[in-house]
């Protein structure tokens, strides 16, 4: 799947920071060994959320849908010293992937692996969150920024991926399905939280990006 002309997809990331070899390694296993590879990040994406990671500096990141691993070893990059980001899925098939390519990396003591559903397991995690991304099940985004947004610090940033669902969002109402649905709602409930402010970037299938007041 192509967000942007394959010609600008490759001029965006040979204009972009180099991943690292072990990220490149997992995006083309992720690529060839399981059934939807365009849920992984990729390149320009990822590098985005590690310049946003080392700008914030997390002590505390939490993610919400691990699939094999790419966001979290992203994120990872920038978590400030003895940081810690916990990563959530409720059913991983590829979680092992994702394990082999933490340990790969050298990350397995600063990141957290949970099989589990989110909305039971964000609350058993204590401290304050720096940093949070968000993508998952599109039905639950409104009632994950719901459970963070008190707990995030101030400045710190809750990141929502696939805000565009290709283009979905601009289709008339009648043609919308649940997710769309879900995801209209989620960018109109952020955009008018006074808790936060917001800017939704054109950025692959479209990020969210709000920092806590």
Same mark, same amino acid.
Not at 205 to 208: F, K, R, S, T, V
């Given at each position: 799947m192509h967000f942007l002309h394959s010609d600008l997809e490759r001029y965006a990331a040979? #204009?972009? !920071?180099? &991943?690292?070899?072990? +990220?490149? &390694? /997992?995006? !083309? &296993?992720?690529?060839?060994?399981t059934e939807l590879p365009q849920m992984l990040s990729g390149h320009v994406q990822g590098r985005f959320l590690s310049l946003l990671s080392h700008l914030v500096r997390p002590k505390l990141a939490l993610e919400i849908g691990t699939f094999t691993g790419y966001s979290a070893l992203c994120i990872a990059e920038g978590l400030a010293p003895n940081g810690i980001l916990h990563t959530i899925d409720i059913?991983?098939?590829? !979680?092992?992937?994702?394990?082999?390519?933490?340990?790969? !990396?050298? /990350?397995?003591?600063?990141?957290?692996? #949970?099989i589990a559903p989110a909305l039971e397991v964000i609350p058993?995690?204590?401290?304050?969150?720096? +940093?949070v991304f968000i993508d998952a099940d599109k039905s639950n985004y409104t009632r994950y920024f719901d459970l963070v947004v008190d707990r995030m610090a101030p400045g710190g940033l809750i990141i929502a991926d696939n805000v565009l669902w290709s283009g979905k969002v601009l289709e008339p109402d009648a043609s919308h399905d649940a997710d769309t649905r879900n995801l209209i709602a989620y960018a109109e409930r952020v955009n008018t939280d006074p808790r936060v402010e917001s800017v939704l970037l054109p950025l692959r299938?479209? /990020? +969210?990006v709000s920092r806590r007041r």
């Open positions: 040979s #204009h972009s !920071a180099q &991943e690292p070899p072990y +990220l490149t &390694e /997992l995006a !083309a &296993e992720t690529g060839s060994s059913f991983n098939p590829v !979680a092992a992937i994702a394990d082999r390519y933490f340990r790969k !990396a050298g /990350l397995t003591d600063r990141i957290r692996q #949970h058993r995690i204590e401290g304050r969150f720096d +940093l299938d479209g /990020l +969210l």
